[in-house]
C-alpha cells in the first residue's frame, strides 16, 4: 500500500514539475510575443531598449508567474474534469500575474510599449489554456473517434438544467461508450440552438423521426420536474421507436444536485400509468402513529414491510413485526436495524392462527394500533387449497382481532382487497367473511375495527409485473390469460400511505375503499414491458394467452352496490356503508366452516356461499 502511495504521489509529482516547466517556457513566450506583435512580428525591428527591459525582468517574471500560478491552484485542478471555476481561475491568474508583472516593470523603470501590458496578458492567457485544456480536447476527439462506429447512440429528451448535466457528464467522460446525437424539446425558442455542442432538433413531434435518422440506440428522458401526464406522453410517444427508454426519478434530484447518469433508470411500468403519485397528509399520520406501540402482522410481505418502514419514519414508541416467514422477517429487521437505530423494534416469529402464542404477543406488547396484513393472497394457490386460506385468512384474522379486543387495542386496520366484491374465487370469498367479521367486531368492543380495500399493487409478490419480467428475461413467452383482462394499480408505497391516512380516519367499522384510478388492460403492461426492455412483440418475443385462471375474473370491483359511498377528506379515499349482518346466523354459518376447515372437507365453498351470498365461484 505505502509503495502505491510512492507512485501516485510521484506522478503527481512530475505533473506539477511539467506544468511549471511548461509555465516557465508560457511565460518567457508571451513576454516576447507581446514585443513582436508591436512590430508586426519583426525581431529585428523591437527597439533594444524595450527587449533589453523584458529579458532583464524575465527572472521576476518567471517566479511572479509560478506564484500567482499556485495560488490560484493551478497546479492542483484535475484537468481531465475541468470546468467553468477552473478557467475563471485561469483568467484571472493570467491577468493578476500580468498585472504585478507591469507594475514591476513601471517601479524599476523599465520601458515597454504600452500594448505589452495587455497583449502580454492575453498571449499569456492563451498558452495557458492551450496546455491545460489539449490533453481534454484530445482525449475527448480519441473518444468521438472510438464511439463514431461502436457506440451506443442517445438521444436526451430535456434541454433543461438536467440535460445539460446529463451531457456534460457523457461528453466529457473517458469510460462512457455513449455518444449523444440530438437533443429534443417543446421549448420552440431552444430548437436549432446548441446544449454543450449537441444540437435542439425539435419537439416531441420530432422524436421518432429524429431517432430513425440518427439510429438512436437509447433514449434519455432528463424532464424531472414536468408532470407525470407529460412523462407519459412523452413515453407513449418514445414506444413506437425500438430505443431503450431511461428516465430520472424525480424533482428532488435538482435540489439535491445529483444530476448525473447514474441516476438514470430504465423506465418502468408505474411510469406509463399517466397519474401523479399519490400525496398524504404526512402530519396527520405523525400524529396518529407517534409514540404509539403500532403492531403490523404480516410484516414481512410486501403490503407490510412497506407499512413498517412507513410506520418507522413516524416515530412510534414501538414497533411490533410478527410474521411466520423468517427470511421475510429477518430481512425487513435488518432493514430498519441500519435505517433507524434509535427505533424501539421487536419482530416475533409466530403464526396468526395460533391462538395462544397472538394472545401471549398482545398481553407482553398490550400495541395500541394493529394493522392485519397477514393472509394468504395468491388466488389460483388458494382455489387449490380453500381449507387453508379460511384457516388462515378468516380465522387467523378472528384470533387476532380477539386478542386485540382483549387487551385493549385502540385500532385495528384489516388490509383487503377487491376481490372481497362478489367474489368469484376462494381467497376473495374469505376476505369479505374478514370484512364481515370486523364489522362485527366493532359493535361489541371499544376498539375501532375498520378494513381497508384497494387492489392491486406493483411489484408486490405474486403480482403480475415480476412474472412479466422473469418471462422477458428468459426469452419468453409472456403469458396473460385473457386479451380482456383488466386490473386497478397501485405503489405499494402509494397503498401503504394511503392505509395510513386511512387509519386517522376510522371511528370503528368502516371499509375503506381506495380510488385506484383507472383501471389497465394486463396486456398492454406486457405490450409496454416487452417494449422498454427493448425487444419486439412478434420478433424477439412472444406473448401467449392461457385462459382465466380458477377463481379469476375479468374485472375487479371495489365497492359493493349495497355499501354506498362516503368521501373523506382525501379524495382518493372512499368509506363503504355497512352492511347489515344477522350475526346469529352469521356466527353459526362461521361454526360450520371452521368445523369444515379443520376437518378438511370438500364441500367448503358451498359453506362460504351460504356467508357471501354474492360468492359465485367459477367453474
Known sequence: MNKRLGRINYKLISRRLFLAAYDVIAASIASLFALMIRYDFHYEEIAPHFLESVKDFMPFTILITLAVFYVFRLYHSLWMFAGVTEIQNIVIACLLASAIEGLGLFFTGRLVPRSYYFTNAGFLIALTFANRFSYRFLRGMKHKQQNKKNGIRVMIIGAGDAGNAIIKEIVSSNYSRMVIKCVIDDNKDKWGRFVQGIKVVGGRDKIVEMANFYNINEIFIAMPAVSQKVIREILEICQETDCKLRTLPGMYQLVNGEVDVSKLRDVEVEDLLGREPIVVDLDAILGYVKDKVVMVTGGGGSIGSELCRQIAIHQPKQLIIVDIYENNAYSI?????TKYPELDLQVLIASVRNTNRINSIFATYKPDIVYHAAAHKHVPLMEDSPNEAIKNNVFGTWKTAQAAAWYGTKKFVMISTDKAVNPTNIMGASKRICEMIIQIFNRHYSTEFVAVRFGNVLGSNGSVIPLFKKQIESGGPVTVTDPEIIRYFMTIPEAVSLVLQAGTYAKGGEIFVLDMGEPVKILDLAKNLIRLSGLKLGEDIEIKFTGLRPGEKLYEELLMSEEGLQETDNKLIHIGKPIEIDETEFFCHLKKLKDAAEEESEDIRLLIQGIVPTYVPKK
Open 333 to 337: 429487521q435488518q432493514e430498519l436495524k
